[in-house]
């Protein structure tokens, strides 16, 4: 087993709190759909419609990063990045028409996916050697976001508390994070043009058919996991609580319970990176999820589709940081360029997903929750 070395963990922790702001908000609309619907007088699927617009404006986000990071320092753009999201946030409060909801989730997932891509990208260059497990960590972070979310939210509506006030939340977050970036580059001397030569060429990137094949291989699978992620953040918890008359306190603690499994998945294959390989890890992963999948989906016990959940997010835990390590090593210097592939990809597909359950729901309820469990089947 290779040595740990806990210092270079700690060190990335400016990317650990960046992973758990972008999960924080991307998950504080799950459980309070209907709510936020009754605000602006719509039906719940169709306020889902935010996650479409939140992850298009990720995708915007990666590929802006992408460029900018060739002309100008990545600290000054992540300082710019910070500086915009809060306004952004604050607009969220304030805003009464459901286009400038819209519109300002959009904002905000775009100046969210470049500190997204930054945190991921960071991580890769950063004094840990094994890959995979600081993409679990990372990632752990990420659940950790993903899970107090919810529970918060669902919290503050069961008080009677305005549920715009939880942008406050996130933007102490952003505030947060802002500052450990800073003190962490306080000292650090950027050299723009050093940063400009090791930049390597689209055309000498993609040279290699056998990298070429290895990387769309890793983009289909992220595609279809991704697809059933955004199924199962998204919807599930209005999903339990039409179709199964779940009230609001079990609905979000399904979807917090998804992201507990996840985070303790992450913890453990964190670990075990270093004694399994990543394909064998994938494999199992999947496995566990198809079958956490129907526990969840199928039952009409609770505490059934308690456990199921939880193996869900289990299964689910391990396999976007293990896709986005395997990823990045592929082009070396160009990791860059193969993670936003591997991420817009991924994550335009994910966007398209309240659209098709927005089509389903009207159709058959139950439908609308299987197709996560196809997308997994397809991924094994």
Not at 57 to 85: C, H, Q
Not at 268 to 284: D, E, H, M, P
Request: hydrophobic share 55%; glycine share 6%.
């Amino acid at each position: 087993m290779k040595k740990i070395n806990f210092k270079n963990y700690l060190l990335e922790f400016p990317n650990y709190i960046s992973l758990f702001t972008y999960s924080f908000f991307m998950m504080l609309s799950s459980p309070i759909l209907l709510d936020i619907g009754n605000f602006f007088n719509v039906k719940p699927e169709d306020i889902n419609l935010i996650i479409t617009f939140f992850l298009i404006g990720v995708v915007l986000g990666i590929l802006a990063l992408l460029f900018l990071d060739r002309k100008f320092k990545t600290f000054n753009i992540i300082i710019w990045t910070y500086l915009l999201l809060i306004p952004a946030l604050a607009g969220l409060i304030f805003v009464k028409y459901l286009i400038f909801f819209y519109a300002l989730y959009f904002v905000s997932g775009l100046l969210l996916g470049i500190i997204f891509m930054n945190a991921n990208t960071s991580m890769l260059e950063g004094k840990v050697k094994n890959k995979d497990s600081i993409i679990n960590l990372g990632h752990s972070f990420f659940a950790i976001g993903a899970l107090s979310s919810p529970i918060c939210a669902s919290s503050l509506v069961n008080m009677q508390i305005n549920w715009k006030f939880l942008y406050l939340i996130v933007i102490g977050f952003a505030i947060i994070s802002l500052i450990s970036y800073i003190l962490k580059n306080k000292k650090k001397k950027f050299k723009a043009s050093l940063e400009i030569e090791e930049k390597i060429s689209m055309k000498k990137l993609f040279m290699n058919r056998k990298k070429n094949i290895y990387l769309i291989l890793t983009v289909i699978l992220h595609v279809f996991y991704v697809m059933a992620e955004v199924t199962v953040f998204s919807w599930a918890p209005t999903f339990f609580r039409i179709a199964k008359v779940f009230d609001l306190y079990n609905a979000s603690y399904i979807i917090s319970l998804f992201w507990i499994g996840i985070l303790a998945g992450r913890l453990l294959v964190s670990f075990l990176s270093y004694k399994f390989k990543a394909g064998t890890l994938l494999i199992v992963l999947s496995i566990i999820s198809i079958a956490g999948l129907a526990l969840t989906i199928f039952p009409a016990k609770q505490n059934i589709n308690f456990i199921g959940i939880g193996f869900t997010g289990l299964g689910f835990s391990g396999i976007p940081p293990l896709l986005i390590s395997s990823a990045g090593r592929i082009f070396g210097a160009g990791k860059d360029v193969a993670l936003t592939i591997l991420f817009v990809t991924g994550i335009t597909s994910g966007s398209l997903i309240p659209f098709l359950i927005r089509y389903l729901a009207t159709y058959n309820i139950l439908i609308s929750m299987m197709i996560a469990i196809i997308f997994m089947l397809v991924f094994a």
